[in-house]
């Protein structure tokens, strides 16, 4: 499953990337739960929360159905 959230995150990683943002994969629980650390400007940006449950959290339940939530640590 790691692998898949990777791929996944790959795809959403140009999007945060053109605003000067990135995100890091840092673990993927055997229940589901995905860490991610935002990198640049998502790392204090307002909209952070936002860009993690709208954006990523959705485009990785939507690739790997698995994915029970994404958290930021």
Do not use: F, N
Not at 37 to 45: E, I, S, V, W
Request: with cysteine; proline share 4%; glycine share 10%.
């Amino acid at each position: 499953m790691k692998e898949q959230v990777q791929e996944a995150l790959d795809r959403v990683r140009p999007y945060l990337q053109r605003d000067g943002g990135d995100v890091e994969l840092v673990e993927v629980t055997d229940d589901g739960v995905v860490k991610v650390r935002l990198k640049g400007a998502c790392q204090g940006c307002p909209g952070a929360i936002q860009t993690l449950k709208l954006g990523i959290e959705r485009a990785l339940k939507q690739a790997v159905p698995e994915v029970k939530e994404v958290v930021q640590v």
